[in-house]
C-alpha cells in the first residue's frame, strides 16, 4: 500500500476496481483523500484505519475508477462535428460490402443534392473489401461519398500490429497529458500527492469488447475529492 502522512481522511472509495496508471497494470481496491489530495490506494483492509467519523465513505461495487482525463489538447469541436455529422461504418455495424451500400443508399436517399455522405472507420478486410465507383454512384444518389478506411497516407493498412492497450490509451489522455500540460506532479495517476480527480465508470474498460468502449458512461465525476457529477 502506498501512503501519505496524514490524519484522517474526508473521502474513502471501497470495493472498486481503481486504476492507479502509477504503475503498469496496477489495480487496487480503495482510495483514500483528505483536503482534495490522495493520501493513500490499497486493498480494502489496508485502508481501514484512515476511515474517520466524519469520512464519506462510497461503496462502488466493483465499478471502475480511472483518473480524471486531462483536456491539455484536444479537438472538441471536430470531433463534435464528427459525431453529428459522420456515419460510422467500423466492422461492429457494417457486416458487408452491402450492408456498406444500404446505409450509404439510405442516408442519402432524401439527403440535399450538395450534402456530403462521410463515413469513418471503415474496415474494407473485415466487411467485403471496396465498392466500386460505380457501386458508390448507385448508392449515393449522385451525392457526393467519402470513405475513411484503415490506411495510412502510405497506403499502408493498420491492423493487430499497431493496436494499443486500453491501458495505453488512458495513459496518453491523463498521465501523457498532464506531462504535456506540466501537470504532471498534480495530475495524471491515482497515487498519494496528487489531486483526487476521478471518474466512476458504468463498466470495466479493461475486460469488455474494444468495441462496447464508446458506450461506457460516467456514473461520478470528483475533482479534488468533491463529488461534481452523479448519473441520475
Known amino acids: 500500500m502506498a501512503r501519505m502522512p496524514r490524519l484522517y481522511a474526508d473521502l474513502v472509495l471501497r470495493e472498486a476496481k481503481i486504476a492507479t496508471l502509477d504503475t503498469p497494470n496496477r489495480f487496487v481496491g480503495a482510495l483514500a483523500a483528505r483536503d482534495g489530495r490522495i493520501v493513500a490506494v490499497g486493498a480494502d483492509a489496508e485502508l481501514d484505519g484512515l476511515i474517520g467519523p466524519d469520512a464519506t465513505v462510497v461503496r462502488l461495487g466493483g465499478r471502475t475508477v480511472i483518473p480524471g482525463i486531462v483536456d ?55 466487411s467485403g473489401g471496396y465498392p466500386t465507383l460505380a457501386e458508390l454512384d448507385a448508392a449515393g444518389h449522385a451525392r457526393p461519398v467519402f470513405l475513411v478506411n484503415r490506411k495510412t497516407g502510405t497506403g499502408r493498412s493498420l491492423d493487430a500490429s499497431q493496436a494499443v492497450t486500453v491501458e495505453e490509451v488512458l495513459r496518453a489522455y491523463t498521465v501523457l497529458r498532464a506531462y504535456a500540460g506540466r501537470e504532471e506532479r498534480v495530475k495524471g495517476r491515482l497515487a498519494p500527492g496528487m489531486l483526487a480527480d476521478f471518474v466512476v465508470l458504468d463498466r470495466d474498460l479493461f475486460t469488455i469488447p474494444p468495441d462496447e468502449i464508446r458506450d461506457v458512461c460516467v456514473e461520478r465525476t470528483y475533482v479534488s475529492g468533491v463529488e461534481r457529477y452523479r448519473a441520475s
Open 72 to 126: 491539455s489538447h484536444c479537438h472538441a469541436d471536430s470531433y463534435a462535428v464528427r459525431q453529428l455529422t459522420w456515419h460510422d461504418l467500423s466492422p461492429s455495424r457494417v457486416l458487408s460490402r452491402e450492408s456498406l451500400l444500404a446505409s450509404i443508399e439510405r442516408v442519402t436517399r432524401e439527403s440535399p443534392r450538395n450534402r456530403w455522405f462521410v463515413g469513418y472507420r471503415y474496415d474494407e478486410r473485415r
